[in-house]
């Protein structure tokens, strides 16, 4: 160490405070939960209307997030979510969700 710099470098804790705006991952994912866990679940909803809502927080400049991200995302929230899945029309494969009561 050189003789102007004897106190080490304390950095910031990343837990506290962290330089520039979230990742997209982390926004979308604490979106998704919040929407998940929203009385908008209490119905049956498509990949489609959940991806218009995270949308709503994601900044413009980003990507939009397509229904195609959110349904590879809902395995994961289902649990903890407390979320029911059924498949309508066989031959689409469009996956519904909602909360379970």
């Known amino acids: 160490m050189s003789k102007s710099r004897i106190a080490k470098f304390n950095r910031q804790d990343p837990e506290i405070r962290r330089h520039g705006p979230k990742r997209r991952k982390t926004i979308i994912h604490e979106t998704m939960l919040e929407v998940l866990r929203s009385e908008f679940m209490d119905e049956w909803r498509s990949s489609q209307e959940i991806a218009e809502l995270v949308n709503m927080s994601v900044s413009k400049y980003w990507s939009p997030v397509t229904s195609n991200v959110v349904a590879s995302r809902m395995p994961r929230y289902i649990i903890p ?3 029911d899945t059924r498949t309508k029309f066989e ?6 969700w909602r909360k379970i009561k």
């Open 81 to 83: 979510c407390k979320l």
């Open 91 to 96: 031959a689409s494969g469009r996956r519904y």
